[in-house]
């Protein structure tokens, strides 16, 4: 069964994980207060999710979505993710002045070793 890491576990994040489960996937799902805090929605999801730290939910997909604000960007966890798919679905708001981004493109700093792909984009 292919595994999703799922680094976040707000609007975006939870839903996504409600769909992969719905779908036949299996997701590890993360957010930055901890996987105790986790527990409501992964008893909501069933068997085929759980909670785990960033690091864990990274490190245990086959690829992982990364659903969370520009300003969280620091805290994703680059060594888990190196070699896989990631699907982020982070949006630049250009309102936003953060360390996070590079003030001449208006990209976030967080340049990893694999494939990404951009989605839910904002207008």
């Known amino acids: 069964m292919t595994t999703i890491g799922i680094i976040g576990s707000g609007q975006v994040g939870s839903s996504l ?3 992969a489960v719905a779908h036949g996937y299996e997701a590890v799902i993360s957010n930055s207060k901890g996987p105790q805090t986790l527990a409501g929605l992964v008893a909501e999801l069933g068997p085929e999710a ?3 730290a960033a690091t864990e939910a990274a490190a ?3 690829f992982a979505i990364v659903a969370i ?3 969280a960007v620091p ?3 680059a060594e888990p ?3 896989k798919v990631v699907i982020s679905t982070i949006n630049y708001i250009p309102q936003l002045t953060d360390a996070s981004r590079s003030s001449t493109t208006g ?3 967080w340049r990893p070793r694999r494939a990404i792909s951009r989605s839910w984009r904002s207008p």
């Open 81 to 83: 993710l190196a070699g």
């Open 75 to 77: 805290q994703v966890p």
């Open 69 to 71: 604000p520009l300003t």
């Open 50 to 52: 759980r909670a785990a």
């Open 60 to 62: 245990a997909g086959d």
């Open 17 to 19: 994980a409600k769909a």
């Open 107 to 109: 990209r976030p700093r």
